[in-house]
């Protein structure tokens, strides 16, 4: 499966239809994204990406656990909520800081250009409009786009969301 499957648009649409009649957003993106663009790098050491910028990279447990939380006490939202985000916005540069201390190993994050990476995916057999879309998410997170955080999420789970770190040493466990 490729990085293309986890848009961050699908996101905010589970968590809004979960979430009934509350309209709640989840601005970031699913952390299993940022880990399956780590995929390969996370043995090669090596991480090639575009240019991008601070992005709040949430895990799907922790959109589980709000949902739940909300549906469980009705009436908790009626209307407009503030974004169920992490509580931190991460860069690629962060996340590969993050993979080399989870993995005991060095993960060295390259940038590459927009064209070497649509070069990079359609050589994985991505189709060019979800390489499009992969682009213009890069080119969002470059200007800000996602790197809205809010304490929300931690408020209604009762906890810290679960860290990149958490997510990567699972991962790297075979869980």
């Known amino acids: ?3 293309a499957a986890d848009v961050w648009s699908a996101s905010a649409r589970s968590a809004k239809r979960l979430l009934d009649n509350s309209d709640a957003e989840n601005l970031g993106f699913y952390a299993a994204s940022a880990v399956r663009f780590l995929g390969p790098a996370l043995s090669t050491g090596r991480l090639a990406l575009p240019a991008d910028g601070p992005v709040s990279w949430t895990a799907h447990a922790d959109l589980a656990d709000v949902a739940a939380a ?3 006490d009705e009436g908790a939202f009626d209307g407009p909520t503030p974004p169920l ?9 962060d996340i590969a800081a993050i993979a080399s201390e ?4 060095t993960t060295t994050r ?5 064209d070497r990476f649509r070069e990079q995916m359609a050589g994985q057999g991505v189709p060019a409009d979800a390489v ?11 200007v800000g786009e996602f ?6 999420l931690a408020t209604l789970i009762g906890r810290e969301p679960v860290t990149m770190g958490a997510l990567l040493r699972e991962r790297l466990s075979g869980g």
Not at 85 to 93: K, N, Q, V
């Open 1 to 3: 499966m490729s990085p």
């Open 70 to 72: 909300v549906l469980a």
């Open 85 to 93: 985000t992490a509580p931190h916005a991460l860069t690629f540069d």
């Open 102 to 105: 989870a993995a005991g190993r």
């Open 110 to 114: 390259t940038t590459v250009s927009d």
């Open 132 to 142: 499009d879309g992969l682009l213009s998410i890069f080119a969002a997170a470059r």
């Open 147 to 152: 790197a809205a955080v809010d304490p929300t």
